[in-house]
T-cell receptor, first 116, second 113 residues
Framework: DAGVIQSPRHEVTEMGQEVTLRCKPISGHDYLFWYRQTMMRGLELLIYFNNNVPIDDSGMPEDRFSAKMPNASFSTLKIQPSEPRDSAVYFC??????????????FGQGTRLTVV | GQQVMQIPQYQHVQEGEDFTTYCNSSTTLSNIQWYKQRPGGHPVFLIQLVKSGEVKKQKRLTFQFGEAKKNSSLHITATQTTDVGTYFCAGRPFTGTASKLTFGTGTRLQVTL
């Protein structure tokens, strides 16, 4: 397996534009997580899915952010409209369940978003 | 909501010195994981601790889970330049959404010769 695949790796956009980040989890993994990483706030959990269903979106900063998982092999995180303060590295991660409440999370390479 | 804090935020050591990072959760955890992120990279899983008081070792790394399952530590013996990176703990809550993985604030380790 190629691991968790994110695209694009880098995105530079102008304020007000729509941004869509994409993620392909590892095949067979039931959980998918979206994280945002900044120097100020560290690694923040934005939302996570189980079997394509959003379980907890309490970390989504505001209505400008939305995430979908239309099937087990694809998820998107959309920001509309984007703002400079959204600049960060966005990570997608996936994991499979276990009797101990969850196994390790495998992270993608991340998407570095810059909003100018 | 659940908060996971780590101290120190940053540590600079000479190669060969020991290093310890501490992780504290505001709530009781079901289990705790540790990750390492190299500069410019993504977090990579190191280990998972499940039992109260559990201690695990990986070569020069020793991981410990507190008796109350609210804190944890990572100790590196005789650091090497390859240990450079940011170390994160990540906890799953004991109740509620059991698979919600919340990361700590991280400790950045710099090792120089």
């Amino acid at each position: 397996d190629a691991g968790v695949i994110q695209s694009p790796r880098h995105e530079v956009t102008e304020m007000g534009q729509e941004v869509t980040l994409r993620c392909k989890p590892i095949s067979g993994h039931d959980y998918l997580f979206w994280y945002r990483q900044t120097m100020m706030r560290g690694l923040e959990l934005l939302i996570y899915f189980n079997n394509n269903v959003p379980i907890d979106d309490s970390g989504m900063p505001e209505d400008r952010f939305s995430a979908k998982m239309p099937n087990a092999s694809f998820s998107t995180l959309k920001i509309q409209p984007s703002e400079p303060r959204d600049s960060a590295v966005y990570f997608c991660a996936s994991s499979s369940p276990s009797t101990s409440g969850g196994t390790e999370a495998f992270f993608g390479q991340g998407t570095r978003l810059t909003v100018v | 909501g659940q908060q996971v804090m780590q101290i120190p935020q940053y540590q600079h050591v000479q190669e060969g010195e020991d290093f310890t990072t501490y992780c504290n959760s505001s709530t009781t955890l079901s289990n705790i994981q540790w990750y390492k992120q190299r500069p410019g990279g993504h977090p990579v899983f190191l280990i998972q601790l499940v039992k109260s008081g559990e201690v695990k070792k990986q070569k020069r790394l020793t991981f410990q889970f507190g008796e109350a399952k609210k804190n944890s530590s990572l100790h590196i013996t005789a650091t090497q330049t390859t240990d450079v990176g940011t170390y994160f703990c990540a906890g799953r809550p004991f109740t509620g959404t059991a698979s919600k993985l919340t990361f700590g604030t991280g400790t950045r380790l710099q090792v120089t010769l």
